[in-house]
């Protein structure tokens, strides 16, 4: 099993430096060993998205800008084999934006998607976050950093769960 983090922002506004969350799960040996939950400041004080996150700037305001979140945060990445992330572009995107606007580096790991992952290791179609955790009993609390954070953990987790069967099974068959 893979060592790795799943992390969620959620976003302010259009810009991907506007992160407002972030939810990140650490997973070990197959499970979660470790979660972090943090409001942030954005960098703009006009918050567009509180009808899909329910985020407010009353929330935020008086939270630290990400600059001074990332330095606590950093270690989940560390001797991680990857990042995932359902919708990964995404939550690429404003991880770096974020690390750039502060001045820090990303963590270097690639980035898996859980939405593709769905699609071509679990065959589910749709696979928007909701729809997987539906499918598979996942508990979700959309659009809540670490909820979503964690469903994605359990997502990757599954898939290598199936991945390693689907080797069990060609290994008893060939052998």
């Known amino acids: 099993m893979s060592r790795f983090t799943a992390i969620d922002f959620e976003t302010a506004d259009y810009g991907r430096d506007s992160a407002c969350a972030v939810g990140l799960a650490r997973v070990e ?5 470790k979660t972090a939950y ?4 954005p960098p703009r004080q006009d918050i567009r998205f509180t009808d899909i996150h329910g985020i407010t700037w009353e929330d935020v305001e008086n939270e630290p800008p ?16 990857f990042i995932a992330a359902h919708n990964a572009p995404f939550d690429k995107s404003v991880l770096y934006a974020c690390c750039a606007a502060a001045g820090f ?27 997987v955790c539906h499918h598979l009993s996942i508990p979700l609390k959309h659009h809540n950093a670490l909820s979503d954070a964690e469903a ?11 991945r390693a069967e689907k080797t069990r099974k060609k290994s008893s068959a060939g052998g």
Do not use: N, Y
């Open 105 to 131: 580096g990303a963590p270097p790991q690639p980035f898996i998607c859980t939405v593709k992952l769905s699609r071509t290791e679990l065959g589910l179609k749709p696979a928007t976050l909701s729809h």
């Open 38 to 41: 943090r409001l942030i400041q």
């Open 152 to 162: 994605c953990a359990k997502i990757m987790i599954t898939v290598e769960q199936v």
């Open 29 to 33: 040996d197959g499970r979660v060993v």
């Open 66 to 81: 990400f600059a001074e979140v990332w330095p606590g945060l950093a270690g989940f990445f560390e001797g991680a084999d």
